[in-house]
């Protein structure tokens, strides 16, 4: 297992340099990539459809060809090289087992291929069915596995060669929540002890923060921000990425004046915030200030909060630990709140008067997604 100095290497595992994607000759699915992964992190590819996530992992795994730029693994330009010779393990949504082959003739498979000994390949075949706890299940066909086990063996099918690199296309994609949320942890923790670098596709913001060392938000073929779960959320850095990760308030104004690191901004409705600024702007600028519904306080709550504002309740959902509270502001603007449940034991009612407060550093003012 590398150590946290390996990992942290400042030599990149992975690297794309001025990569973009063509299909038609006209329109880039990928513009102008720039991306370093590390040796040793999970790094996940987030977006929604068409942003251009899956295919920056299809020219890494080889099965796409780069219309333009540069890809790297480790110290070797890799755009030519075919998928079998890159060292490269993959784990597919739809599992891409072979169904004529039991459990450990699928593991075998690619040991087979590389011409390992019988008796090292034996060891490996182990070693990867204990990893993913399916030690009792060598001789069992796919079909008669759930989709769970499924997506196990295809995960150790994928680690059994020890791979340089693996590659997840929305691999959990077809498991239910619960099992879902599973084999998160479970990926995760296999993760964790044998520290191979890991790139995953999926458009679930849940799990892109739970697993990932770092998240890349991708919209129409750009990298929005890449950074840690938390900076992601916390800090967005613009309005695709606050709206995009989590649930977002978004709010219009006008900035009209500066302090520091924060500013004053006239909102649409005519109320005045103070707010952290999240991209250089000037007096007069148009300003987009984002609040996720967990830093609104309510009612007494807001008591000494900077920002306070009034509104009415316009619809109240109760979700066992928390209220999704909508709230109608002056100018008919609509933000949405999540209040404890067990901070507010009375029940809000449709058409109540309410009171709103946020704190400075959770109005944030944003920028505007990059785009063609």
């Known amino acids: 297992m590398p150590t946290h100095a390996e990992r942290n290497d400042a030599t990149p595992h992975v690297s794309f340099r001025k990569v973009w994607k063509t299909y038609d000759g006209e329109n880039p699915v990928v513009r102008d990539l720039d991306l370093d992964i590390r040796r040793g ?15 920056c992992l299809m020219m890494l795994a080889g099965f796409e060809t780069p219309t333009g730029g540069e890809i790297r693994l480790g110290d070797r ?11 490269i393990g993959m784990v597919f949504q739809n599992y891409a087992l072979f169904p004529h082959m039991t459990v450990r003739e699928n593991l075998r498979f690619p040991l087979d291929v590389r011409k390992l000994p019988p008796g090292e390949i034996d060891k490996k075949v182990k070693r990867a069915l204990d990893m993913v706890q399916l030690g009792d299940f060598g001789d069992r066909y796919p079909r008669q596995m759930s989709g769970g086990q499924q997506q196990r063996v295809a995960l150790a099918r994928a680690l059994v060669f020890d791979p340089e690199l693996v590659l997840m296309d929305e691999p959990l994609g077809a498991l239910d929540k619960q099992l879902r949320e599973h084999m998160q942890i479970e990926i995760k923790h296999i993760h964790e002890t044998l520290g191979v670098t890991v790139v995953f596709v999926t458009h679930d913001q849940s799990e892109a923060l739970a697993l990932s060392d770092r998240v890349a938000v991708f919209n129409k073929g750009f990298i929005q921000q890449i950074d840690d779960p938390a900076t992601l959320y916390e800090q967005p850095a613009n309005d695709f990425v606050a709206s995009f990760i989590g649930e977002n308030n978004a709010l219009g104004g006008y900035v009209e004046s500066m302090h520091g690191e924060r500013c004053q901004v006239k ?24 609040v996720r519904p967990e830093c609104v306080r309510i009612n007494a709550q807001s008591l000494g909060c900077a920002n306070r504002m009034g509104g009415y309740v316009r619809e109240v959902i109760y979700l066992g630990d928390h209220l999704r509270v909508r709230v109608e502001l002056a100018g008919r603007r609509e933000i949405v709140v999540k209040a404890p449940a067990a901070q507010h034991k009375h029940r809000f009612d449709m058409g109540d008067a309410i009171h709103l407060g946020i704190d400075p550093e959770h109005l944030r003012v944003l920028g505007m997604a990059a785009d063609a």
């Not at 999970?42 to 977006?47: M, R």
């Not at 330009?77 to 060292?87: C, F, L, T, W, Y």
Request: hydrophobic share 30%; glycine share 12%; aromatic share 2%.
């Open 41 to 55: 992190e999970f790094l996940t590819l987030l977006g929604p459809s068409g942003s251009g996530k899956t295919t």
């Open 267 to 290: 909102l649409d409705n005519g109320t005045r915030v103070q707010a952290s600024l999240g991209n250089p702007l000037r007096r007069g600028d148009r300003a987009l200030v984002s």
């Open 77 to 87: 330009v890799i755009n030519s090289v075919p998928p079998h010779k890159r060292n």
